[in-house]
């Protein structure tokens, strides 16, 4: 398993810009699909976007066009750009790395977004 740590979010108006990161410690990190979830208060847990050891990318359809997931194997990390933030996209951030059926979370990171 990997230990994620998660960083970036904060409090942006509606419209603004916000980069998550999530720093990986662990061996073979390139050969985890990486994943970003989030949770609002009073739902479930939901997937943002993931992007796979090859590279293939999925978003959820709320996020599309906005938010853009990468990673840098080299430095054992992931990102997730968040444009034209919405208020609905207040949630705890959470990075995911996923091998094997094996899962490992971070702590996570609130995002408001708020005026």
């Known amino acids: 398993q990997l230990q994620l740590v998660e960083s970036g979010g904060g409090l942006v108006q509606p419209g603004g810009s916000l980069r998550l990161s999530c720093a990986a410690s662990g061996s073979i990190f390139s050969r985890y699909a990486m994943g970003w979830y989030r949770q609002a208060p009073g739902r479930q847990r939901e997937l943002v976007a993931q992007?796979?050891?090859?590279?293939?990318?999925n978003y959820a359809d709320s996020v599309k066009g906005r938010f853009t997931i990468s990673r840098d194997n080299a430095k054992k990390m992931v990102y997730m750009q968040m444009n034209s933030l919405k208020p609905e996209d207040t949630a705890v951030y959470y990075c995911?790395?996923?091998?094997?059926?094996?899962?490992?979370w971070g702590q996570g990171t609130q995002v408001i977004v708020s005026s």
């Open positions: 995911n790395a996923e091998r094997g059926g094996v899962a490992s």
């Open positions: 992007i796979t050891s090859g590279g293939s990318i």
